[in-house]
């Protein structure tokens, strides 16, 4: 079963007994088995580990020439193949499992070592597990790695919190498998405790973003314009080649171009349209809720997800009346097949201009509030390359928050700020298109709704206020008093107004 290079336990140390590999995986699954390949290709001596040894054995026999391998079973066998300070990367299934995998390593290890855990872990457990680990005088390093599968093996964006002490010892190792672009590793220190995980979070609830956006454009070309997955992917390939360019989009193309094995016809076709989700645009949105910060498009996203996913529910409602609808003809009020697609790409453009401000507003606000100093322009940085939401445009993302580190929103840069205004009126037009029509966009009707409310020169929350006022005593601020200073009516006692 093993290749010729596979090593066996007595390889894991040297003839002094001390612990030869640079690094350890543990959890050979799809990720950690090819983060595992990627750092053995760049020349580190790995230790493998896996809860049962299978996956560890069919690396090795699979892939043991790539690199200098150490094959361990036990986790103490895989500790004691590890150099000092110690560091052991953990890719296994998130919440109980990593903490148990997390307990037995820390139960092996001596103070100084560095545990990391690259799955997609809850922030909130990050800071729990780092805070423990520290009173042990271990390292805990919470790392978000993004790019999937080919992402893990040819270069992935790797976002590592724990200690400054930890990113010494460990980022030189992270950084040599990261992709690099125009000469960049995109992978940086993005700040203490759960930050790295954080951040990891946000980049997927600005990827459910970006696919529910996506799949409207789909969608409307499908419902609206009648075109096939065939054509639907020539258009996201052309789209590819405009400011869309990105990953998302590219593989977009690719799938909907995917014939089906067993009917040979398209295969989006034969793929149930109900969406899953393991968990970490759901826990962005909760934890956006608790900060304050209107992630709107992203909030669609997940629950377009719940929607979707809602079957039972879905059977019984399909078919409900939609209203008197016009002729596709109508709502696209004159304008051409031709006009409607270049609509729906400024569209996309714009609702998805708006998906990344929202995610970065986020950061913000959870950086502000654990006091990590996350540094948006490294994250616009570090996925330019290796992660799923790796876009043309986050050069100018980077260019907008070195220009201003401390700019109040993306929309705001002048480059996006144009952008989004040579697009408005496609945006509006799309949105207006298909609600006539009855076919659902709520990513770029909310982007456009958060939009025009960030514009607006005066909210309906003035009445809301009000109302609180009314039904709670509440108070209200006015507009013609300092800020912070609070009025009540007394509603029900004659109506005069004093100062709370
Ligand atoms: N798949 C992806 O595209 C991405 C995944 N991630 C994250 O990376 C991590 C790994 O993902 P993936 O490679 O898909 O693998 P899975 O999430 O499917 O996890 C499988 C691995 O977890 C191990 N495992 C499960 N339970 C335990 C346990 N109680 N004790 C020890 N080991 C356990 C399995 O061991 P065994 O073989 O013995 O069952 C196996 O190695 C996850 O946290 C995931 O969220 C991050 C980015 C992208
Ligand atoms: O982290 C990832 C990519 O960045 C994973 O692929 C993640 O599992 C995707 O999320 P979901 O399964 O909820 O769609």
């Known amino acids: 079963m093993t290749s010729p290079t596979a090593n066996s336990p007595a390889d894991s140390t040297d003839a002094a007994g001390v612990g030869r590999a640079q690094i350890g995986v543990t959890g050979l699954a799809v990720m950690g088995s090819n983060l595992a390949r990627n750092l053995a290709r760049h020349g580190h001596t790995v230790a493998l580990h896996n809860r049962h040894a299978d996956k560890t054995d069919r690396l090795i026999a699979e892939h043991g020439d790539e690199g200098d391998f150490v094959r361990t079973e036990s986790i103490e066998e895989f500790v004691a193949a590890l150099q000092k300070p110690r560091r052991a990367l953990i890719m296994v299934k998130a919440g109980q499992p990593t903490d148990q995998v997390i307990e037995q390593l820390a139960a092996a290890m ?92 946000v980049h997927n609830g600005i990827e459910y973003s970006d696919m529910q956006l996506i799949g409207e454009a789909y969608d409307l070309m499908r419902r609206v314009l009648g075109f096939d997955a065939g054509r639907i992917a020539e258009v996201f390939r052309d789209w590819n080649g405009t400011e869309l360019e990105s990953y998302l989009v590219e593989i977009t193309a690719e799938v909907l171009d995917k014939s089906d094995p067993q009917t040979g016809g398209p295969l989006v076709d034969v793929i149930v349209d109900a969406a899953e989700q393991k968990g970490t645009g759901r826990w962005t949105v909760k934890a956006a809720l608790d900060l304050g ?144 029509l009855g076919v659902p966009t709520p990513g770029f009707s909310s982007s456009l709704a958060y939009y025009d409310g960030l514009r607006a020169e005066r909210l309906p929350a003035a009445l809301t206020q009000g109302q609180r006022d009314y039904f709670g005593a509440h108070t209200y601020e006015r507009v013609d008093a300092p800020e912070g200073k609070k009025f009540h009516i007394l509603w029900s006692e004659g109506g005069a107004e004093i100062e709370a």
């Open 110 to 201: 001596e103070p100084g070592d560095i545990i990391i855990d690259g799955g997609n872990a809850l922030f909130t457990d990050t800071i729990r597990r780092e805070h423990a680990l520290r009173e042990r005088g271990l390292h805990f390093v919470g790392a978000g790695v993004s790019g999937g599968e080919v992402g893990a093996l040819e270069g992935p964006s790797i976002m590592p919190g724990g200690s400054v002490e930890s990113y010494k010892s460990l980022g030189p190792l992270l950084e040599s498998i990261a992709a690099q672009v125009d000469g960049t590793p995109c992978c940086t220190h993005i700040g203490p405790d759960g930050s790295g995980h954080f951040v990891k979070m």
């Open 293 to 436: 910060v209107p992630v709107t498009g992203i909030a669609e996203a997940v629950f377009a997800r719940a929607l979707s996913g809602a079957r039972t529910q879905r059977a019984a409602t399909k078919g409900l009346a939609g209203g008197t609808l016009p002729t596709v003809a109508e709502a696209l009020g004159g304008h051409s097949e031709t006009e409607f697609i270049e609509d729906i790409r400024r569209a996309l453009y714009a609702s998805k201009v708006i998906a990344y401000a929202q995610g970065f507003d986020e950061i913000k606000a959870g950086s502000d509030e654990h006091g990590w100093g996350v540094k948006p322009v490294d994250l616009a940085t570090i996925w330019r390359g290796g992660c799923i939401i790796r876009a043309r445009f986050l050069d100018r993302i980077r260019e907008a928050y070195t220009s201003n580190p401390e700019l109040p929103s993306l929309v705001l840069d002048p480059f996006f700020r144009s952008a989004i205004e040579e697009g408005l009126d496609s945006w509006r037009r799309v949105v207006a298109a298909a609600v006539r």
